[in-house]
């Protein structure tokens, strides 16, 4: 009598074991880590999983330290079927991006270089023209201009809906570019105060349906709508801005991804891997979520979007882009259990790289690079850059999830 007890409590404690451990196996999803040593290695990781190791025709280069040039080249990358690639402001810096194109793009393919040479050194563009690719580069005077380039290369038709979002700062843009990519919608930049007049022009001719202003009114002021308005006055004009840059994403979340099969987790203080990431988001009609790292918990508005995915019973694969230093593991895990999953992964990197056997270091000159040449498309913009910067990412004072509206 007691041996059967003890037998059927076994055997009850196995089948209860069992149950759980089925039950948290199907309940793990996993999630994928798209990173490398650095931001250049990272983007070739992403780039990588988009192709899944096969040649492509076309290739974007964009800078991976100055981010308004590259603003706009999601959709464009989308168009062009090419990854977006990231160089430095010398020659070595970029010596693992160009090894990448020299194994992986097609024989007389096209490279187009986002931003002038201030950005992205001559000295790039002259190994591309050496090793055979056809090179096009879209660089104006300053970011709008560079920015009307990319958008004239898209060659929209008449109607098709724009986005609008502000020149001088990276959150608001990268959290509409996959919908924007995906979409072929044009991403327009714009100052503060007064659109650009490409801007102006390109919205008088197109006559979009629909205009997405991305940003708060601190951000894009009042008179930006009223100038679209004015411009195209049969569109339809939304604005997404929220009390920071989480909010305003939260607002984009809602609208064009209810139900996604899989989200993309970046970093919202550093555009590089989510720039490079946008494309594999557009071509999965995936969004991107942006986190703050430095933070103890996500950002409220982030993690409300997760809840009503979780409680209307979406539980989308979760991707990561970028290391565990600009991406802690936690972010990750604290995303899988609001979903509902564990916090099983896999880390995708490049496979093992091979340095160009074309000398790109030896020539001291390119130190030079980082001084921008004599080039003058963006001397004054750097300088901006710099001082923005030093003001719009202080983490040691900033209280969380209330900036970086500043209106001062």
Known sequence: MNKHFKFSTLVMISILLLFTLVGSVQAAPRYNRFAGQDRFQTSISIAGQEFQGQQVSNVILASAYSFPDALAASSLSTKLQAPIILVGT???????????????????????????????????????????????????????ATDALIVKNLSVT????????????????????????????????????????????????????????????????????????????????????????????????????????????????????ALSGSTLAAQNNSPILLVDPKARALPPAIR??????????????????????????????????????????????????????????????NDNEDQYDNDSSNNNEDQYNQKFHQRSYPYRDYSPYTYPYYNN
């Open 90 to 144: 010398n020659m070595h810096d970029s010596q693992v991006s160009l090894d990448f194109i020299r194994n992986h793009l097609a024989s007389g393919g096209t490279v187009t270089i986002v931003g002038g040479a201030a950005v992205v050194p001559r000295k790039v563009e002259d190994w591309l023209l050496n090793a055979g690719y056809t090179v096009t580069r879209l660089g104006g005077n300053d970011r709008f």
């Open 304 to 365: 409300d979007y997760l809840i009503t995915l979780r409680t209307t019973g979406v539980t989308p694969q979760v991707n990561v882009l970028g290391g565990s230093v600009g991406l802690p593991d936690w972010v990750v895990n604290r995303v899988n259990e609001i979903l509902g999953g564990g916090n099983t992964n896999t880390t995708t990197t490049p496979s093992a790289i091979t340095v160009p056997t074309t000398d790109l270091t030896t020539d001291s000159s």
């Open 158 to 273: 008449t109607g098709t809906a724009i986005v609008v979002a502000s020149g001088y700062d990276f959150p608001d843009a990268l959290g509409v570019a996959s919908i924007a990519a995906s979409k072929g919608w044009p991403i327009l930049l714009s100052g503060p105060n007064q659109l650009p007049q490409t801007v102006k022009d390109f919205v008088t001719s197109d006559q979009p349906s629909d205009i997405y202003i991305v940003g708060g009114k601190f951000i894009l002021h009042d008179s930006i709508q009223t100038e679209l308005q004015t411009a195209a006055p049969n569109a339809q004009i939304q604005r997404f801005g929220g009390q920071d840059r989480f909010d305003t994403l939260s607002q984009i979340l809602y609208k064009f991804y209810p139900n996604p099969t899989q989200i993309y987790l970046a970093n919202g203080f550093d555009f590089a891997d």
